[in-house]
């Protein structure tokens, strides 16, 4: 019913940064857990980090010391900053709750890392 539309994306070099953003509904803002996921082509989609309503973050091993994920209460829009970006980044990125709800996968923003 609901797919989220994530922006943000583009061609980073090696230890470079971007910053994804995803838009949710107050309802879906208020009573879910957001994450971001990934998926590299012929991989499969995994969590790279997810925030409770309550403001805490998890991260995967990967991404940890390097990635933030934070949101914007006003905007009810999540965000992910990337930063010391690897080529091993290169992947699609999606926004979802966490656990993700099946219907509300969107179509993702390509973020590539290559020099």
């Known amino acids: 019913q609901v797919q989220f539309v994530e922006s943000g994306g583009g061609l980073a070099q090696p230890g470079g940064s971007l910053r994804l953003s995803c838009a949710a509904s107050?309802?879906?803002?208020?009573?879910?857990?957001m994450g971001w996921y990934r998926q590299a082509p012929g991989k499969q989609r995994e969590l790279v980090a997810r925030?409770?309503?309550?403001?805490?973050?998890n991260y995967a091993d990967s991404v940890k010391g390097r990635f933030t994920i934070f949101r914007d209460n006003a905007k009810n829009t999540v965000y992910l900053q990337m930063n010391s970006l690897k080529a091993e980044d290169t992947a699609v990125y999606y926004c979802?709750?966490?656990?993700?709800?099946?219907?509300?996968w969107g179509q993702g923003t390509q973020v590539t890392v290559s020099s």
């Open positions: 979802n709750t966490e656990p993700p709800i099946r219907r509300y």
């Open positions: 107050a309802r879906i803002f208020s009573i879910n857990a």
């Open positions: 925030i409770t309503t309550g403001g805490s973050t």
